[in-house]
């Protein structure tokens, strides 16, 4: 049985282990990998020879993959990762994780390792059926180095081919999946970024990646080149996404804060009908629960989305909450209209007619009498400009305004209020802004609308605060030349 001499095996497993560090070091790792695992597995062979030279070239080869082989199933138990925590040094011989793509790599490299033990073999079987004399041993042993030098030389070509091309088709099949999902970011977040320049970049990013993806393989397309195009498209979906966010936040922000005078309004007349209710003037519990259950998620969703919450909500989150909240303002909107057109009291006829729950249900401290016609009375805050219009009109005509009816409370409405008048004087309870104490009936005399009076008040009386509204003018609904508010009457519940 012939063997192969040790001094050689010993050269070329030097020789492996330098090509294999000088690869590591000099190849980009997507080469560098997948060679370093061809010639680990041609070492293990060379050393398995050095062990035991009796090995045959297909025994040591299928030795060598069984051990590479082994070692990478190891990774599919946790020994291999303990053995490297105890020794990390043993990283270079486990390497860090199960990867069937190294086994091609192991098997080729196991042959080259079988195929170098054959050269090696024959060499020396050749040199000791010479006879022995100097010079022809020592030849016959350079051919074999060089032989095997080849060899060596042609597995790492290959594995460098090979690699080579892996490399460019992998990176081509992550940049065609990162364009797939670039292109759905772009379609998803139109019309919903904060800066529409973000969109546009990343159109241009995914067109550039496409070129680069119709470039032939190594002659237009490097290897890195993918990668490249690949880091900027991430980079465009990221500021993308980044842009989509600040929308959505500056979306849930304003669906907040229009749904705040939604809210107050509704709580103003839950707060009102409640009263009514207390009154026996029942607008209905199931009305008035669903306006609370209203306003009890509006409460939530607005403390859930108060600024410092959205700073750190997920797009998905913020999307929702927006949602939500157009959502929840619409509800409410309605829950507040239902209950005010179930009762009665806080629905008033005319357009023009506002009802307000505290009309005729004014605090007698509110209130002050008119000092010349004290049985009437304004609230205390009007006061002050009808006493200066009065001063203006005596200098004027030689006499007080003639008030006929100022505030009235809610009884006094009722009285004055008749339901069966197609077109009645007084409006409803509720529904007049006497009961809000800032109108008051002044006489204008038998001319009316034609009279001095009239026509000075109309000059005058803005300047005092008072007015005279458009209902109750000669084209209005009503009109009524005595009925004069303050400019302060509320126009809006
Ligand atoms: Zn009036």
Not at 325 to 351: F, I, K, N, S, W
Not at 374 to 399: I, K, N, T
Request: proline share 6%.
């Amino acid at each position: 049985m012939t063997r192969a001499p040790r001094r050689t095996t010993a050269i070329l497993a030097a020789v492996v282990v330098l090509a294999g560090l000088g690869g590591r070091a000099a190849l980009p790792a997507a080469v560098g990998g997948p060679l370093g695992d061809a010639l680990f597995a041609t070492l293990v062979v060379l050393l398995v020879a050095l062990a035991l030279p009796r090995t045959g070239p297909f025994v040591g080869a299928a030795v060598g993959l069984v051990v590479c082989g082994g070692i990478e199933a190891a990774h599919l138990t946790d020994v291999p990762a303990q053995v490297v925590d105890r020794f990390p040094a043993a990283r270079y011989v486990l390497g860090t994780a199960f990867t069937p793509a190294d086994l091609p790599w192991y098997a080729a490299g196991a042959v080259a390792g079988g195929v170098l033990l054959a050269l090696a073999r024959s060499r020396s079987r050749r040199a000791r059926t010479l006879p022995r004399h100097a010079g022809t041993e020592l030849p016959g042993r350079r051919r074999a180095v060089v032989g095997s030098l080849t060899v060596v030389l042609l597995v790492a070509l290959a594995a460098a081919g090979g690699g080579l091309a892996w490399t460019l088709r992998e990176e081509a099949r992550a940049l065609t999946t990162q364009v797939a999902s670039a292109q759905a970011a772009l379609a998803d977040s139109d019309g919903r970024v904060a800066d529409d320049a973000v969109r546009s970049a990343l159109a241009a990013s995914i067109d550039r990646a496409e070129s680069v993806l119709a470039a032939t393989p190594l002659v237009e397309r490097r290897p890195g080149d993918a990668d490249e195009a690949g880091g900027r498209v991430a980079q465009d979906v990221a500021a993308v996404q980044a842009s989509r966010l600040t929308f959505a936040r500056a979306e849930v922000t304003k669906a907040r804060d229009a749904l705040a005078p939604t809210t107050r309004r509704a709580e103003k007349v839950l707060a009102a009908t409640d009263e009514l209710a207390k009154g026996g003037q029942d607008a209905g519990e199931t009305l008035r629960a669903s306006s609370r259950d209203a306003l009890g998620t509006a409460d939530e969703l607005t403390s859930e989305t108060q600024d410092d919450r959205l700073a750190t909500a997920s797009l998905t989150d913020l999307e929702a909450a927006a949602a939500d909240l157009a959502a929840l303002r619409d509800d409410l909107a309605d829950a507040t209209t239902d209950l005010m057109t179930a009762q009665d009291a806080v629905v008033c006829p005319e357009p023009d007619q506002v009802w307000f729950p505290q009309a005729g249900h004014l605090a007698a401290k509110s209130l002050a009498p008119i000092p010349w016609a004290r049985q009437y009375s304004v609230r205390a805050d009007v006061l002050d400009g009808l006493v200066a219009l009065d001063d203006a009109y005596r200098a004027e005509f030689g006499q007080h305004l003639t008030v006929n009816s100022a505030y009235r409370s809610y009884d006094q409405q009722v009285e004055v209020y008749n339901p069966d008048d197609p077109n009645p004087l007084a409006a409803p309870p509720g529904c007049s802004n006497h009961g809000l104490g800032t109108a008051i009936d002044i006489s204008m005399g038998p001319e009316g609308f034609d009279g001095a009076r009239y026509a000075w008040l109309k000059e005058h009386a803005e300047q005092h605060g008072w007015t005279h509204p458009g209902w109750a003018e000669p084209d209005g609904r009503l009109p009524e030349p005595w009925h004069w508010q303050s400019v302060k009457t509320p126009t809006e519940y």
